[in-house]
C-alpha cells in the first residue's frame, strides 16, 4: 500500500534556531497537507498544498510540494517553545478524503 | 471550522470487555472518519461512517471488531469489542473541511488496555 516516510523521527533543537523536516513516497500524491498534533489533542491542519512545485507559507511556517509530487518539506523558523509537538505529513489523492500519514516528526524546543 | 467533541476522553478498561467512544460534531456532516494512533505512531484510518449507510472499512480492520454507528448527520460512535493490550491506542474521529479538501480533527479518545 501506500506508504510515506517522515524524517527525521525525532528534533531536540534550542529555542530560535530554525527546523526542517520532510516527506517522501513511492506513491504520487495530488495533495500534501502538515498537521501539527499537541499532547491530549487531534491534528490540527498547518499547511495544504494542491499544485506540484508550490510553496506556500503560514507565519514562520513554509512548506513545499515536490515537482514529482512525491515529497514535501515543512520548515520552522526562529522555533519557540509552543512549537513542541508532533508534525504528521499526508498524502491525499482527488476524489475522496482518503488521507495518508507519516509517521511523525517529534519536536523537542528548549528555552 | 467544525467543532468536534469525543467522549470519554480517555478509558482504562479490563481486557475482554467493550468501549464505546462518542463523537459529537457542531454542525451537519455527511462523511465522519474514525482513525486509531498506536502509542508513538501515526494515524491509522479504520473507516469511513456516512449516514443512512453501513460504514466503510479499510483493509485490516472488520465491523465485528469496531462496529459504528451513524444515526443522524452529527454523530457517530466507535465500539472496540472484546479488547485486548493491543488495542491501546488514541481513537480519533474527523470530519471534512470541504473548503480545503482536509479534515478537522477531534481531541481524541486515549484508551488503556490492561
Not at chain 1, 6 to 12: I, T, Y
Amino acid at each position: 500500500g501506500q506508504q510515506l516516510n517522515q524524517s527525521p523521527q525525532s528534533m531536540f533543537i534550542q529555542e530560535g534556531e530554525d527546523v526542517s523536516m520532510n516527506c517522501t513516497s513511492s506513491s504520487i500524491f495530488n495533495t500534501w497537507l502538515w498537521y501539527k498534533q499537541d499532547p491530549g489533542e487531534g491534528p490540527v491542519l498547518l499547511i495544504a498544498l494542491y499544485k506540484a512545485g508550490e510553496l506556500t507559507s503560514n507565519g514562520r511556517l513554509t512548506a513545499q510540494f515536490g515537482i514529482t509530487r512525491k515529497d514535501s518539506f515543512l520548515n520552522i523558523s526562529a522555533s519557540i517553545p509552543s512549537d513542541v509537538g508532533i508534525y504528521f505529513c499526508a498524502g491525499q489523492l482527488t476524489g475522496g478524503f482518503k488521507t495518508i500519514f507519516g509517521a511523525g516528526t517529534r519536536l523537542f524546543v528548549k528555552a | 471550522s467544525a467543532v468536534i467533541s469525543q467522549k470519554p476522553s480517555r478509558d482504562i478498561c479490563q481486557r475482554g470487555t467493550s468501549l464505546t467512544i462518542q463523537c459529537q460534531v457542531d454542525s451537519q456532516v455527511t462523511m465522519m472518519f474514525w482513525y486509531r494512533q498506536q502509542p508513538g505512531q501515526s494515524l491509522t484510518l479504520i473507516a469511513t461512517a456516512n449516514q443512512g449507510s453501513e460504514a466503510t472499512y479499510e483493509s485490516g480492520f472488520v465491523i465485528d471488531k469496531f462496529p459504528i454507528s451513524r444515526p443522524n448527520l452529527t454523530f457517530s460512535t466507535l465500539t472496540v469489542s472484546n479488547m485486548s493490550p493491543e488495542d491501546s491506542s488514541i481513537y480519533l474521529c474527523s470530519v471534512p473541511n470541504l473548503s480545503t479538501d482536509t479534515q478537522y480533527f477531534g481531541p481524541g479518545t486515549r484508551l488503556t488496555v490492561l
